[in-house]
């Protein structure tokens, strides 16, 4: 247990795991927002929805802190769109909160699971 | 046109979901490219949306409401994102950042009028400075009429200081005597002071140049009364200003400043007033300023102690109400105290005129204002409705759009506030260049300095006129967006099915826009009117004999010699006598007149006279008549001829011989006729006046204006018994008169007499009547130019109806020319349009002149209020230029190629 980083923990209660979420989605390859929020709705069997008004606020935080990079990208016959990727301190960042995020869920699976053993 | 690669409802739905990012971004500090690319980002997810819902199957207008669902409410966005650094850029978007939703909305909506207009900068130029001609005029009239007739007057309680002065038969007033102002200060209930003011030019001398200088003089009491406090030293004391006491001044702070460089040691130091030593008791503060006088020292008024006798008019008098007395009241306390006069005042059958002390430095100025103001009001009316009409205009291309966003969903208050939104926003932009406007023309006023104009210095651009105007521009916006509103605020959603196509002359659509250019035309000819009789008047007064010829050449100006300096009154007069020879010798004088007034520079001391064998009916009739005290010479050098008999000699002057002169009017109104007046007795009103025989009767003095009557007045030799009077004025006829150092050498004949004698008020005879004539001069500019600018406005109003009836109809013009109408034939057609609409309007128009003959006559002079020759000139003129402005578009709708048009199909 002295590997987790409480704070961090408590935040990430929070934030619903927000964060982690797109960073994981864009480990593979870059996306743009509507693709973005079409995932997680799909991935998550229709659970997990994300509006507007909140997805995109997120895309530039993390753009603000580096994690994420935005660019432009043009293809013959549609508009543009704008494509997010992860960047290296992305990368760092979305391996401590797996591990973070993997240290919280074996916590709660301990102690939920130790009710019903 | 759109692309045709793109159907139109995708361009408009982009246009719609930018518009929905962008209200929501509305409230951050974005970079606006920065607020660009999230704009396009977020209108590219709603598209991918609404395109993925449509490809389900869903109809248009849900998948568009389900796309936009994607937002959890208006202000989400704007809340997640002000934290982040690019929220808070530089650009000031600032208002309604914390408002209420409505606010917030309304600046959205502000925000995107600003930027369509930007994208049509020829419509926002033409409304806009349309707009700024009727706003800064009509802010130009309010900051004059507030600064002179609204702003209290700078005392405190303003609003109980009263003038107090009586009533005489026929509408004279009266100021005060002695007699009057000592009966009321015993005897009054309604004042809590009452206090008497004269103001006088005095000669300061023992301090280099001898100087003249206006004194305000006061009783002790005046000073308190108005709450003035001396910023150094003290006020008078009580007992300051009775008869006999000590000289003593308070100094302006304006001539503290200039004359002892603001040393507070100016107090106990001595001046030399009109010869007379007075210790400087006390310096006001800056900000005094007592009605429309200028004075440079504050000196005690004095005054006997008990009433002298003999009636007298010479000073005005002030008082403060006691709290919770009324006008009425006090006006019936005056009424009660002008029965304890002494019993010959009956014959002057005065009555009480207590009024607001505002009411009194106003003077008849205010009518005159009112009715500018009126004039840019209507000038601002008709720059309304030209900007309704480009609105109207506007609003037919944008039909489409319109019926585009209600069929997206929008609201109709949605849709009337987007409209409201556009009308505001030209309105302010045409209030703020309106302001522009006004500010130079209060400049230019405050530097041209009509003379009529009271409290000049107060009239500026403040808090409260900038209230005005924003309200004002609200208040247009709101009147010509309303127009818009009512044709466009309910746009149906068929039209977009007809793809903006619709029939062409709708006779409804017309009717909106001829009956704003016939209120036009109608108000357009109303200021017209207005200032074409104020043009004939203009012209009735320089048709009036003034009582002067060629005044050019008149130099006139002021010689004072108190009796400080030489005491006997012969002496004076000696003295008087011998300036006048040393002017005369002067190269190229003609000749040189003296009198204690010139024809109108608004000396109007008078009283009245007895006539001997006249019974005291016919003596009331000759009640305060103008007195002047007169020298030799003054009537040639005038050039005002004798009517009868003849002017008087020096040595008459001398002899003191009982001899008198009297004006032709007042030798009508007694006589009857001018001859019949020689040789008849007259004498002052005091006991013991000698009777003196009426030798002269000169042609009448203008010298209340020349719109006035020709003034009664009465001569006196300079040397007599009832008039007597130590400032001169000298009037030198010369070619000369404004030539380089004639004035100076006329300066150096009056020191060879008396080094000590200052000229005062040095004005050319010209300059004196140009003053008189300032109200009138000054109301036929203004009005002209309110009357030029509705005229431009309003002809462009026609041609602006005419062109685009025009290009309406090239259709209907190639169908018809088409099937063989002839060139003229469809000239005609528009010309009628114009015509019949040029006459509605000149129809309506004399009918509010007519309306309006009341109210100017009073400011008529030689021409009636009803006057044919104005009504149908200008009624003429005005269809001249109507007929022109709709003959240019008219006959460029005949240039249609019929082919070209049918083909067009516009």
């Given at each position: 247990?002295s590997d987790?980083?409480?704070?961090?923990?408590?935040?990430?209660?929070k934030?619903g795991s927000?964060?982690?979420?797109?960073?994981?989605?864009?480990?593979?390859?870059?996306?743009?927002?509507?693709?973005?929020?079409?995932?997680i709705?799909?991935?998550s069997g229709?659970?997990?929805t994300f509006?507007?008004?909140?997805?995109?606020?997120?895309?530039y935080?993390?753009?603000?802190?580096?994690?994420?990079?935005?660019?432009?990208?043009?293809?013959?016959?549609?508009r543009?769109?704008?494509f997010?990727?992860?960047t290296?301190q992305g990368?760092?960042?979305?391996?401590?909160?797996?591990?973070?995020w993997?240290?919280?869920?074996?916590a709660?699976?301990?102690?939920?699971?130790?009710?019903?053993a | 046109?759109?692309?045709?690669?793109?159907?139109?409802?995708d361009?408009?739905?982009r246009?719609?979901?930018?518009?929905?990012?962008r209200?929501?971004?509305s409230?951050?500090?974005?970079?606006?490219?920065?607020?660009?690319?999230?704009?396009?980002?977020?209108?590219?997810h709603?598209?991918?949306?609404?395109?993925?819902?449509v490809?389900?199957?869903?109809s248009?207008?849900?998948?568009t409401r389900?796309?936009?669902?994607?937002f959890?409410?208006n202000?989400a966005?704007?809340e997640?994102?002000r934290?982040?650094?690019?929220?808070?850029q530089?650009?000031?978007?600032t208002l309604g950042?914390?408002?209420e939703?409505?606010?917030?909305d309304?600046?959205?909506?502000v925000?995107?009028?600003?930027?369509?207009?930007?994208k049509q900068p020829?419509?926002?130029?033409a409304?806009?400075l349309?707009l700024a001609l009727?706003i800064g005029?009509t802010t130009?009239?309010?900051?004059?009429?507030y600064?002179?007739?609204?702003?209290?007057?700078?005392f405190?309680?303003?609003d109980?200081?009263?003038a107090?002065?009586?009533?005489?038969?026929?509408?004279?007033?009266t100021n005060?005597?002695?007699?009057?102002?000592?009966?009321?200060r015993?005897n009054?209930r309604s004042?809590?002071?009452?206090g008497a003011?004269?103001?006088?030019?005095?000669s300061?001398?023992g301090?280099?140049?001898?100087?003249?200088?206006?004194?305000?003089?006061?009783t002790?009491?005046?000073?308190p009364?108005l709450?003035?406090?001396?910023?150094v030293?003290?006020?008078?004391?009580?007992?300051?200003d009775r008869?006999g006491?000590?000289?003593?001044?308070?100094?302006?702070y304006g001539?503290w400043?200039?004359r002892?460089g603001?040393a507070?040691?100016?107090?106990?130091?001595t001046?030399?007033?009109?010869g007379?030593?007075?210790?400087?008791?006390?310096?006001?503060?800056?900000s005094?300023?007592f009605?429309?006088?200028?004075?440079?020292i504050v000196?005690?008024l004095?005054l006997?102690?008990?009433?002298?006798?003999?009636?007298?008019?010479?000073?005005?008098?002030?008082?403060?109400?006691?709290?919770?007395?009324?006008?009425t009241?006090?006006n019936?306390?005056l009424?009660?105290?002008?029965?304890?006069f002494?019993?010959?005042?009956?014959g002057?059958?005065?009555?009480?005129?207590?009024?607001?002390?505002a009411?009194?430095?106003i003077?008849?100025?205010?009518?005159?204002l009112?009715?500018?103001?009126?004039?840019?009001?209507?000038?601002?009316?008709?720059a309304?409705?030209?900007v309704?009409n480009?609105?109207?205009?506007?609003?037919?291309?944008?039909?489409?759009?319109l019926?585009m966003r209600?069929?997206l969903?929008?609201?109709?208050?949605?849709i009337?506030?987007?409209?409201?939104?556009e009308?505001l926003?030209?309105?302010?932009?045409g209030g703020?260049?309106?302001?522009a406007l006004a500010?130079?023309a209060?400049?230019?006023?405050?530097?041209?300095?009509?003379?009529?104009?009271?409290?000049?210095?107060?009239?500026?651009?403040?808090?409260t006129?900038?209230?005005f105007?924003?309200?004002?521009?609200?208040?247009?916006g709101g009147?010509?967006?309303?127009?818009?509103?009512?044709r466009?605020?309910?746009?149906?959603?068929?039209?977009?099915?007809?793809?903006g196509?619709s029939?062409?002359?709708?006779?409804?659509?017309?009717r909106t826009r001829?009956a704003?250019v016939?209120?036009q035309?109608?108000?357009?000819?109303?200021?017209l009117?207005?200032?074409?009789l104020?043009?004939?008047t203009?012209?009735?007064?320089?048709?009036?004999?003034?009582?002067?010829?060629?005044?050019?050449?008149?130099?006139?100006?002021v010689?004072?010699?108190?009796p400080?300096?030489?005491?006997d009154?012969?002496?004076?007069?000696?003295?008087?006598?011998?300036?006048?020879?040393r002017l005369?010798?002067?190269?190229?004088?003609?000749?040189?007149?003296l009198s204690s007034?010139?024809?109108?520079?608004?000396e109007d001391?008078?009283?009245?006279i007895?006539?001997?064998g006249?019974s005291?009916?016919d003596?009331?009739?000759?009640?305060?008549l103008?007195f002047k005290s007169?020298a030799?010479?003054?009537f040639e050098?005038?050039?005002?001829?004798?009517?009868a008999?003849?002017?008087?000699?020096?040595?008459?002057v001398?002899?003191?011989r009982?001899v008198?002169?009297?004006?032709?009017?007042l030798a009508?109104k007694?006589w009857?006729?001018?001859?019949?007046?020689i040789?008849?007795r007259?004498?002052?009103?005091?006991p013991?006046?000698?009777?003196r025989?009426?030798?002269?009767?000169?042609g009448?003095?203008?010298?209340?204006?020349?719109?006035?009557?020709?003034?009664a007045?009465?001569y006196?030799?300079m040397l007599?018994e009832?008039?007597?009077w130590?400032?001169?004025?000298?009037a030198?006829?010369?070619?000369?008169?404004?030539?380089?150092g004639?004035?100076r050498?006329?300066?150096?004949?009056v020191w060879?007499v008396?080094?000590?004698?200052?000229l005062?008020?040095?004005?050319?005879?010209?300059?004196?009547?140009a003053?008189?004539?300032a109200?009138?001069?000054?109301?036929?500019?203004?009005l002209g130019?309110?009357?030029?600018v509705?005229l431009?406005?309003?002809?462009v109003?026609?041609?602006?109806?005419?062109?685009y009836a025009a290009?309406?109809r090239?259709?209907?013009?190639?169908?018809r020319?088409?099937?063989?109408?002839?060139t003229?034939?469809?000239r005609?057609?528009?010309?009628?349009?114009?015509l019949?609409?040029?006459?509605c309007?000149i129809?309506v128009?004399?009918?509010?002149?007519?309306?309006?003959?009341?109210?100017?006559?009073?400011?008529?002079?030689?021409?009636?209020?009803?006057d044919?020759?104005?009504?149908?000139?200008?009624?003429?003129?005005?269809?001249v230029?109507?007929?022109v402005a709709?003959?240019?578009?008219?006959r460029?709708?005949?240039r249609?190629?019929?082919?070209?048009a049918l083909?067009?199909?516009?």
């Open positions: 247990m987790i980083d409480t704070r961090a923990l408590d935040r990430e209660l934030r927000a964060e982690l979420l797109i960073l994981s989605l864009l480990e593979a390859r870059p996306r743009h927002g509507y693709d973005l929020s079409k995932l709705h799909t991935r229709g659970q997990l509006h507007i008004d909140s997805l995109y606020p997120l895309l935080r993390l753009e603000e802190r580096k994690w994420i990079a935005g660019a432009w990208v043009e293809k013959p016959g549609e543009r769109r704008r997010y990727k992860l290296p990368k760092r960042v979305l391996a401590q909160q797996r591990k973070t993997d240290a919280f869920v074996e709660m699976r301990r102690v939920t699971g130790g009710e019903h | 046109m759109p692309d045709p690669s793109t159907p139109w409802n361009v408009v739905r246009a719609l979901w930018a518009q929905e990012v209200a929501r971004l409230s951050l500090r974005l970079s606006p490219t920065r607020e660009a690319e999230i704009v396009d980002e977020l209108s590219q709603l598209e991918d949306r609404y395109r993925e819902l490809a389900g199957g869903a248009p207008g849900d998948a389900s796309a936009l669902a994607g959890r409410h202000s966005l704007a997640q994102m934290s982040l650094q690019q929220a808070q530089s650009a000031p978007v950042a914390r408002s939703n409505l606010l917030r309304l600046w959205q909506d925000r995107y009028a600003s930027r369509a207009f930007r020829a419509f926002a130029a409304a806009v349309t009727g005029a130009a009239i309010f900051s004059v009429v600064g002179v007739l609204l702003k209290p007057l700078p405190s309680d303003a109980t200081l009263v107090v002065r009586q009533l005489a038969p026929h509408g004279a007033g005060q005597g002695p007699t009057t102002f000592l009966t009321y015993a009054q004042f809590e002071a009452i003011w004269d103001t006088t030019d005095v300061i001398t301090r280099g140049d001898p100087e003249r200088v206006q004194a305000l003089q006061v002790a009491s005046v000073l009364l709450r003035v406090q001396p910023v030293g003290r006020g008078f004391d009580p007992e300051d008869f006491r000590p000289m003593r001044v308070l100094l302006t001539y400043q200039r002892f603001g507070d040691t100016v107090v106990g130091q001046l030399v007033i009109s007379t030593p007075a210790e400087v008791i006390g310096v006001l503060p800056a005094f300023k009605l429309r006088t200028r004075p440079e000196a005690p004095p006997p102690d008990n009433p002298p006798g003999g009636i007298s008019f010479g000073f005005q008098a002030l008082a403060r109400l006691k709290p919770g007395v009324s006008l009241q006090a019936a306390d009424g009660r105290m002008i029965a304890l002494p019993p010959y005042f009956a002057l059958e005065l009555r009480p005129d207590v009024r607001p002390l009411a009194d430095v003077g008849n100025v205010g009518d005159i009112w009715i500018l103001m009126a004039a840019v009001g209507v000038v601002l009316l008709i309304c409705g030209n309704a480009l609105f109207l205009v506007r609003g037919e291309a944008r039909r489409q759009e019926a209600v069929a969903g929008a609201s109709r208050g949605r009337t506030r987007a409209l409201l939104s009308s926003v030209i309105a302010l932009a703020a260049a309106g302001i500010y130079g209060t400049q230019l006023l405050q530097r041209i300095a009509p003379a009529e104009l009271p409290r000049l210095d107060e009239i500026g651009i403040d808090t006129v900038l209230l105007t924003v309200a004002v521009s609200m208040l247009s009147l010509f967006g309303v127009f818009a509103v009512l466009f605020g309910s746009p149906k959603i068929t039209t977009v099915r007809e793809g196509r029939a062409s002359d709708a006779p409804a659509r017309h001829n704003l016939v209120t035309v109608a108000l357009a000819l109303t200021l009117i207005v200032s074409g104020m043009i004939r203009f012209v009735a007064m320089r048709q009036v004999d003034p009582g002067f010829v060629r005044p050019a050449d008149v130099q006139t100006f010689v004072a010699i108190p400080a300096s030489i005491r009154n012969v002496q004076a007069a000696r003295t008087f006598e011998n300036i006048s020879q005369a010798e002067v190269p190229g004088v003609d000749s040189v007149g007034s010139i024809t109108m520079d608004g001391n008078g009283n009245s007895d006539v001997e006249a005291v009916e003596a009331q009739r000759h009640a305060m103008r007169f030799p010479g003054y050098t005038m050039g005002n001829r004798l009517v008999g003849r002017s008087i000699r020096w040595s008459e001398y002899e003191q009982p008198i002169v009297i004006s032709a009017a009508r007694v009857k006729d001018p001859s019949a007046a040789g008849k007259v004498r002052g009103l005091q013991n006046a000698p009777w025989e009426i030798v002269g009767v000169v009448d003095e203008r010298d209340d204006g020349l719109n006035q009557p020709p003034t007045i009465v006196w030799p007599n009832s008039y007597r130590r400032i001169m004025a000298y030198v006829r010369s070619a000369r008169v404004g030539t380089p004639f004035l050498e006329l300066e150096q004949a060879s008396d080094r000590n004698l200052p005062a008020s040095v004005q050319t005879l010209e300059e004196i009547q003053r008189s004539m109200q009138t001069s000054f109301a036929l500019v203004m130019i309110a009357a030029g509705a431009l406005i309003g002809v109003g026609i041609y602006g109806v005419i062109a290009t309406q090239t259709r209907e013009i190639g169908v020319m088409a099937l063989g109408a002839q003229g034939d469809i005609r057609l528009f010309l009628r349009h114009g019949v609409l040029t006459a309007g129809a128009g004399l009918g509010l002149a007519l309306m309006l003959t009341r109210v100017m006559s009073a400011f008529l002079y030689g021409v009636g209020a009803r044919p020759f104005t009504y149908a000139g200008v009624s003429g003129a005005l269809a230029v109507a007929l709709t003959y240019l578009p008219s460029r709708a005949t249609v190629n019929p082919i070209v083909r067009a199909g516009v």
